[in-house]
């Protein structure tokens, strides 16, 4: 009877958590496609006189790739009762190693990158409108007029 309720409980728990590492995914892959989508719009319209550098959104790709990983593992477990082999748990894992260093060095370095390509089109940093919040930077770039 008691192993009965522990496995209820652990299913339970196992498919909170499935809604929960959903959530982000969605989250994440929504927030980075729109950031991204601005970004890559801002830098292909000529006329534009503004460009936005959200470094959010490279922290979101790999929360994509983190949480896809634990929420393979959790869909794996729920649905065939068991741990995932060890050949398989050792992917994800390289998976996860891979997604980690995405989050450490790709915002510097993306990042990096596209200020250099805002700057060479002739726009300057604009630190009124730009701001940072913890590791959450938006960087504002605009065009000069020329008088």
Partial sequence: MDKIKTNTWVI????ITTVIVTTILLGSTIWSSISWNTLI????????NQIVVNLATFYCASMIIL????????????IKRSSLPKRK????????MFGVAIM???PKY???YYINQAEQKGYK??????????FYRRLVFTKQKCN
């Fill in 12 to 15: 339970i728990t196992k498919m």
């Fill in 41 to 48: 719009s801002s830098f292909d319209n000529p006329e534009n």
């Fill in 67 to 78: 949480s896809g990983c634990v929420l393979y593992i959790l869909l794996y477990e729920l």
């Fill in 89 to 96: 748990l050792q992917t994800i894992i390289y998976v996860l």
């Fill in 104 to 106: 450490v060095f790709l």
């Fill in 110 to 112: 993306a990042g990096k």
């Fill in 125 to 134: 940093f604009d630190q009124e409108n730009s701001y940072q919040w913890l």
